[in-house]
């Protein structure tokens, strides 16, 4: 008999006893529940290693019963059942500790896996100490938010990941969308939580002292050493180096980030013996890896030894569902911060933050609801306090740009001998700025566009200085 006691909670007696039987056959003691009341009275008479725990209870959420036993045991592994593994209730149940979730209809032998699977976990935990590990995923996990499939995914490979303990770990996203969160939460979750997480910006030191940063010196190496020092990889001994911005990493550099990477081993500066790299090495980057490589500015073995697990993070335009949700974190978190009590965000001013394209990501969201409620002064988020380029983006629910012209003009004619679309949109341009002296934002509404996208057309029409004198004549009825 194996030493793992399982409670299965389910209000279908079918599901109870179809898992209690496999279970039993594969050698776990067992202990049914129908409902939480008998939940809670077998949990504290079982004590169990293992629940599986659905989601959906007559008298409790499971969700509920979920968070009142890793109250009680915060060793306890939860596996969740649920009839729909991409509702929000999912997300929640992996933030609140579930190290799993089986789908309904599910098959026996997937579900003798997975609990494998948690008895592996059980004695990962075991060995590092669960009870600081919980604490800490708690804080930066919890800032990784959405309830979209992509997000959903991303909350997946962090998990897989995490438990593989894979040496290597690759995070793609563009700038702003979460990879230190990411890289963080994918330590907290893993067996090496109780060890250093130690993050090194590579495009923000230089050349010449990356290497030192990151393997240490001997004394006398340079003129300068006087004294031994340990450097990152030494320092982050059994726990991650997180290498940010890998894409800017010098090739120099990035042929001994390889040698660690397979041989395991560095040596300092100035040093003449081999150390241990006992350490998971997680690197991300905004840049387009591939591309670089066939450019010859990233090392193409470097790429594949990287490119094993990787995890995509997608930018905030691609899963705006989640825009509600964390613009109401964020207006939570600056109130704690500035000692405000903002209740909540105006509808035009959440249509707003919904609307607008988010080049900057989630850090570009963050920083415009860090500007609005230092200046709001009210008890509601408004829209006047947004910045400029995401107010112009703008448009009421159920209004659309009046593309008929205004009193006293007629309707654009195209000529019979045709005429240039290019040099059409390079006067009205023109006509724009001139027309509010300069200002971006205010000809980007004027023309119906984002500031971002006029400023790409000013660059294309090389307009970055202001309209310029073309020989084109003042605003008139036709075109042509």
């Known amino acids: 008999m194996k030493p793992y006691r399982v409670l299965v909670v389910d209000d279908e007696q079918l599901i109870c006893w179809s898992l209690s039987e496999a279970l039993v056959n594969a050698g776990y003691t067992v202990?049914?529940?129908?409902?939480?009341?008998?939940?809670k009275e077998k949990f504290n008479a079982f004590a169990p290693h293992i629940t599986l725990l659905d989601v959906a209870l007559p008298d409790i959420s499971g969700l509920e019963l979920l968070e009142i036993f890793k109250q009680a045991d915060d060793n306890l592994i939860a596996i969740m059942i649920t009839a729909n593994a991409h509702l929000d209730s999912t997300i929640r149940a992996l933030k609140l500790g579930a190290e799993d979730y089986i789908s309904k209809p599910f098959k026996l032998d997937k579900v003798e896996q997975t609990i494998e699977d948690a008895v592996k976990k059980i004695c990962l935990k075991d060995s590092v100490g669960s009870v600081r590990q919980s604490a800490e995923r708690s804080v930066d996990c919890?800032?990784?938010?959405?309830?979209?499939?992509?997000?959903?995914?991303?909350?997946?490979?962090?998990?897989?990941?995490?438990?593989?303990?894979?040496?290597?770990?690759?995070?793609?996203?563009?700038?702003?969308t979460g990879k230190d969160l990411a890289a963080r939460a994918l330590h907290q979750y893993s067996a090496r939580a109780d060890m250093p997480f130690i993050d090194v910006n590579c495009a923000a030191i230089p050349e010449n002292l990356l290497e030192n940063e990151l393997f240490g010196h001997e004394k006398g190496a340079y003129?300068?050493?006087?004294?031994?020092?340990?450097?990152?990889?030494?320092?982050?001994?059994?726990g991650t180096v997180f290498l940010d911005e890998i894409g800017d990493m010098p090739l120099a550099m990035q042929a001994k980030i390889l040698k660690v990477i397979e041989n395991k081993r560095y040596r300092r500066l100035g040093g003449k013996e081999d150390l241990e790299a006992n350490v998971r090495i997680i690197a991300a980057t905004n840049q387009n890896l591939p591309k670089l490589v066939s450019e010859g500015k990233f090392r193409g073995d470097l790429f594949f030894r990287l490119n094993v697990l990787t995890i995509n993070l997608p930018p905030l335009r691609e899963r705006r569902e989640t825009i509600p949700n964390m613009a109401a974190h964020f207006v939570d978190l600056m109130n704690i911060e500035y000692g405000k009590s903002i209740q909540g965000i105006a509808a035009d001013t959440l249509e707003c933050l919904m609307q607008y394209d988010w080049p900057g990501n989630c850090r570009e969201l963050r920083h415009s609801i860090e500007r609005a409620v230092m200046l709001e002064q009210k008890k509601v988020l408004s829209l006047d306090h947004l910045p400029d380029e995401v107010s112009a983006s703008y448009r009421p629910r159920g209004k659309t740009l009046n593309h008929e012209p205004q009193q006293g003009h007629g309707k654009v004619i195209l000529p019979p001998e045709g005429i240039s679309i290019e040099k059409v949109e390079m006067e009205l341009l023109q006509q724009a700025l001139s027309r509010f002296g300069g200002n971006q934002t205010k000809a980007a509404q004027c023309l119906g566009i984002t500031r971002d996208t006029l400023r790409y057309r000013m660059k294309k029409f090389n307009l970055e200085d202001g309209p310029k004198k073309t020989g084109y004549p003042e605003p008139r009825e036709k075109i042509g």
């Open 31 to 39: 202990e049914t529940a129908g409902s939480g009341a008998e939940a």
């Open 223 to 238: 003129t300068d050493a006087s004294n031994k020092e340990r450097g990152i990889f030494e320092c982050a001994e059994g």
């Open 142 to 176: 919890n800032q990784l938010i959405g309830n979209s499939p992509k997000m959903i995914e991303v909350f997946k490979m962090i998990k897989v990941c995490a438990e593989t303990d894979c040496k290597t770990v690759l995070i793609l996203g563009e700038s702003g």
